[in-house]
């Protein structure tokens, strides 16, 4: 059963494995007490344990499976979606290609080309995401959603953003 939904796809399989296991579980909950009384018997009880067991085990590994698809899946169109905007930082500045950008999904693919660490920070979204820390010479990369709007990039670094890390983006 697990065989077939992975060949199926992802929402498929998920839904043919959940679909047998409820099925098992109210069967035998209401339909077997029904025919049989003493169900599953002294002699049952063993099968009955390994076939929960079972089809438990088929659905965990199903989940994990298709999850995990589902994530690279989603991952790779997210990144083929957003639009990439090249940001460089060093002392004590951050360079882009435009202080204006139209409504959008972007990767911003940070380089610090400077000579100690630094991150990017996006003020004016719930949360404020952020890269990690970024080495001399590395890159990162920061994906967010811009509605129409004016948003602050700075370096989260204490004192970075006093002594100039700091861009403002017009969204329209």
Not at 120 to 146: F, H, M
């Amino acid at each position: 059963m697990l065989l077939a939904g992975l060949t199926t796809g992802h929402k498929i399989g998920l839904g043919v494995v959940g679909l047998v296991f409820i099925a098992f579980a109210l069967a035998s909950s209401f339909l077997a007490p029904k025919r049989w009384p003493d169900f599953p018997g002294k002699n049952g009880l063993s099968v009955f344990v390994i076939a929960c067991l079972a089809l438990f085990a088929a659905m965990l590994s199903a989940v994990m499976v298709f999850a995990r698809e589902s994530e690279a899946k989603g991952g790779e169109k997210a990144a083929a979606a957003a639009k990439r905007v090249a940001v460089q930082e060093k002392e004590f500045a951050i360079t882009l290609p435009s202080a204006t950008l139209p409504a959008g999904r972007y990767a911003f693919t940070v380089k610090n080309v400077g000579k100690i660490q630094h991150d990017l920070a996006v003020q004016g979204l719930t949360g404020t995401p952020k890269t990690p820390l970024i080495n001399p010479g590395a890159s990162a990369t920061l994906t967010v959603t811009l509605a129409k709007g004016t948003y602050t990039l700075y370096c989260t670094v204490p004192g970075h953003r006093a002594a100039g890390m700091v861009a403002k983006v017009t969204v329209s």
